[in-house]
T-cell receptor, first 113, second 112 residues
């Protein structure tokens, strides 16, 4: 099976812009989770989607949002970008649950200038 | 917020030596997992140990779990240069056990 894919791999934006990141999970996986990784805060859970519904959400402002499509592909959106949003954004999928083994994509590295 | 704290933060060893990393967590868990991350890339799942298990092996990896002390250790035997990476523990400890919470990570450097 193909692994988790994320696009784009690298992105440069300026403050105030918005960005959309995409994630395609492993075929058959219905749970998709998003994480933000920064040197200062480490790996932080953003949210999890299952069957097009957000099941769980981390402690991030409303500028961070996501959605999942019927084919389990997921997107996350960050509006009104801030410098502190510069990070590696990781998507992970699992067959059923966010607390079970996660299969991670390569990540999207976002730089906000 | 971080659930797990890894110790040490960084570890430097020679090829062939064993590497031991420790993880402590704060609340009850159903499972604890270890992941590896190579230099800014995605994480790779190594092993999952459930709360009713005390030890688990996978190849050169050995994981122990002590729920009374809320701690786990990852032992990599006969380390290779290719083991150079950051290692993270993750627990499902949170309201409803519905997500993973990652520790701060241990950076392992294995020198030839």
């Amino acid at each position: 099976k193909a692994g988790v894919t994320q696009t784009p791999r690298y992105l440069i934006k300026t403050r105030g812009q918005q960005v959309t990141l995409s994630c395609s999970p492993i075929s058959g996986h219905r749970s998709v989770s998003w994480y933000q990784q920064t040197p200062g805060q480490g790996l932080q859970f953003l949210f999890e989607y299952f069957s097009e519904t957000q099941r769980n959400k981390g402690n991030f402002p409303g500028r961070f949002s996501g959605r999942q499509f019927s084919n389990s592909r997921s997107e996350m959106n960050v509006s009104t970008l801030e410098l502190g949003d510069s990070a590696l954004y990781l998507c992970a999928s699992s067959p059923l649950a966010a607390q079970e083994t996660q299969y991670f994509g390569p990540g999207t590295r976002l730089l906000v200038l | 917020s971080q659930q797990g704290e890894e110790d040490p933060q960084a570890l430097s060893i020679q090829e062939g030596e064993n590497a031991t990393m420790n993880c402590s967590y704060k609340t009850s868990i159903n499972n604890l997992q270890w992941y590896r991350q190579n230099s800014g890339r995605g994480l790779v799942h190594l092993i999952l140990i459930r709360s009713n298990e005390r030890e688990k092996h996978s190849g050169r990896l050995r994981v122990t779990l002590d729920t009374s002390k809320k701690s786990s250790s990852l032992l990599i035997t006969a380390s290779r240069a290719a083991d150079t990476a950051s290692y993270f523990c993750a627990t499902d400890a949170d309201t409803g056990f519905q997500k993973l919470v990652f520790g701060t990570g241990t950076r392992l450097l294995v020198s030839p």
